[in-house]
């Protein structure tokens, strides 16, 4: 089964997601701010963007989409054919994910993702916040 639209409309479909400045994201950027944690937004120097980023540290959060990012790939996979456009778009995140984070530790980076979804439900977000911070602070 392909995509049902069109490439053309799958484009502008696409460019109507925002990678950048998402709800779970604003929400770290202030929790980070209000504790005087200073941090790099977006820091696009090494691989894979990460969110956040402490470069003399060493230290990247990423805030990972649960649909972009694989979260719900098993549901995903129950649903559709391996051949699926999204099944294939999503697992390749993940490839892509996974070599991008393997190329930071092996510059000496440390990593810490943390599911977009933990960050937006109110019973984990503390939680959610309080290990960011102090992941930095290590």
């Keep these: 089964m392909g995509d049902m639209y069109s490439s053309e409309k799958r484009s502008h479909i696409m460019s109507l997601i925002r990678s950048k400045d998402t709800i779970a994201e604003k ?20 691989a894979g963007k990460p969110d956040i980023a402490l470069p003399r540290k060493k230290r990247a959060v ?3 989409g649960d649909f972009w990012h694989g979260r719900e790939i ?10 699926d456009f999204w099944v294939v778009k999503i697992t390749g995140n993940m490839e ?6 393997r190329s930071l530790m092996e510059e000496g ?18 939680n959610e916040l309080q290990k960011i911070a102090d992941f930095l602070k290590q």
């Design 62 to 64: 990423f805030i990972d």
């Design 96 to 101: 892509r994910d996974r070599r991008q984070r």
């Design 109 to 126: 980076w440390s990593i810490l993702s943390i599911w977009e979804s933990d960050l937006k439900r109110k019973r984990t977000r503390e």
């Design 27 to 46: 929400l770290v950027f202030a929790y980070l701010r209000s504790r005087k944690i200073y941090f790099q937004k977006h820091y696009g120097r090494v």
């Design 74 to 83: 098993q549901r995903l996979l129950d649903k559709r054919p391996a051949d």
